[in-house]
């Protein structure tokens, strides 16, 4: 298996580590008459997201990478990196990362930074980028992790707080659809509930009464009968020897209004048999 095989799986390099062990010499054991162990340099090689490790020999190491950089199969960009993080190796210094260090990035708690570096996600780069297997090592909130890093790097000169609330209202946003789809749902529900109820439903109505009309409604006030216990004033015809008050009544009956209240018993008497 070539580095290709490991790198091509992702545009992110594969995470490479060194490390230098002793390892006996078998010539010069037997040349010897005891065991003689040489520094042998190691590179142990993760995939991008995955927990898989090859271990190569330092120099058969770079003479696979550089004929897969000619092959097409990994970046020469790749290459030049993992020669700076051996030269740094070998000099006891750290090697430098690929993007920048997830350790150093304040936008995400001290465990998750633990739980990501111990998979071999080491920079926010390295989370914008992950793919299925990734997110599957991640685990649980591994899309909220991807979006923070890809809005903090979309946001440069960002240090956190423009990210975490980009992502929080992008996970609201998403939140509402979800509540707005149920709701969109229910009411659909209780529609069709609601159909099918008004079509069951038998609703009696109270039937309209006709009003009626007798004979007495339209019949003249003159000639109604006399109500039953009612004193009825005897209709006047002769004004003349009329009281006042039986003259007020007749001027009241025949014009509609009483007489002016100055008004003498003849005047009302003259207009009356007018």
């Known amino acids: 298996m070539s580095v290709g095989d490991l790198t091509e799986r992702d545009d992110r390099p594969a995470y490479v580590r060194f490390e230098r062990r002793a390892v006996e010499n078998k010539r010069l054991s037997l040349e010897k008459g005891r065991s003689v162990s040489t520094d042998v340099d190691i590179a142990l090689i993760t995939p991008p997201y995955s927990k898989d490790l090859v271990e190569l020999k330092i120099d058969r190491f770079f003479e696979s990478t550089e004929r897969d950089v000619k092959n097409g199969r990994t970046s020469k960009e790749h290459l030049d990196y993992w020669r700076k993080a051996y030269e740094a190796f070998k000099n006891g210094q750290e090697a430098p990362l690929n993007g920048t260090p997830i350790k150093e990035w304040s936008a995400i708690s001290p465990a998750q930074i ?161």
């Open 114 to 274: 633990k739980n990501l570096i111990a998979i071999n996600i080491l920079t926010i780069e390295d989370l914008a980028g992950v793919n299925d297997q990734g997110m599957s090592r991640i685990g649980m909130g591994a899309h909220e992790l991807q979006k923070k890093a890809i809005n903090w790097l979309r946001s440069a000169d960002d240090r956190g707080e423009i990210t975490l609330k980009i992502t929080q209202l992008e996970i609201e946003n998403e939140r509402l659809k979800l509540a707005n789809e149920s709701l969109v749902e229910k009411n659909q529900l209780l529609n069709n509930q609601m159909a099918q109820f008004a079509q069951s439903a038998n609703v009696a109505q109270a039937p309209i009464q006709p009003v009626g009309i007798t004979a007495d409604d339209i019949m003249p006030d003159e000639d109604r009968p006399p109500v039953v216990g009612v004193a009825v004033e005897p209709v006047i015809t002769d004004y003349t020897n009329a009281s006042r008050d039986q003259l007020i009544g007749a001027h009241i009956k025949k014009f509609g209004k009483a007489p002016h209240h100055l008004s003498k018993d003849d005047t009302i008497r003259n207009k009356l048999t007018a």
